[in-house]
């Protein structure tokens, strides 16, 4: 059973317990998401045009950049959760680093589908996509990005 960037939508503990009734014992349960890390140059007018476009926003006061050890404490607190229901084998964290290339026009189409873009008012979008897309033009026209993809992962046990 997988969850791909949607448990943090999920009860954990519920969650979990709903994962062990369906899977078979020796399934295996497999929560992942990505972190990524733009370039400050991207990051800081992103962040500057976030604040500007929706100040009251939960997201405002955050850094430009998001540390990779906040997502990782969120991934140890979901494999206490898996622990808890006592269905499963001890947890094991993974995790892949990787990076991929965006042009500007790439990077711009799917900025709106992440986070807390996906429901602005389409003045607000244009102000952050336009900032956004002047900070890669100074880089030249593309930038590439920093993943991290983490995963709590864990065996169902039982009687086969």
Known sequence: MIAAQSWHWVDPVAGAVKAAQVLRPGGRLAIFGHVFEPPTEVAEPFAAAYR???PDSPFTNQPAR???DVYQAGYAMV????RETKQFGDPEHWRFDWERPYTRDQWLALLPTTGGLTRLPPDKMADILHAVGAAIDALGGGFTMQYTTLATTAVRIGIS
């Open 52 to 54: 500007r476009a929706v």
């Open 66 to 68: 998001r540390a990779l």
């Open 79 to 82: 494999a206490d959760r898996i």
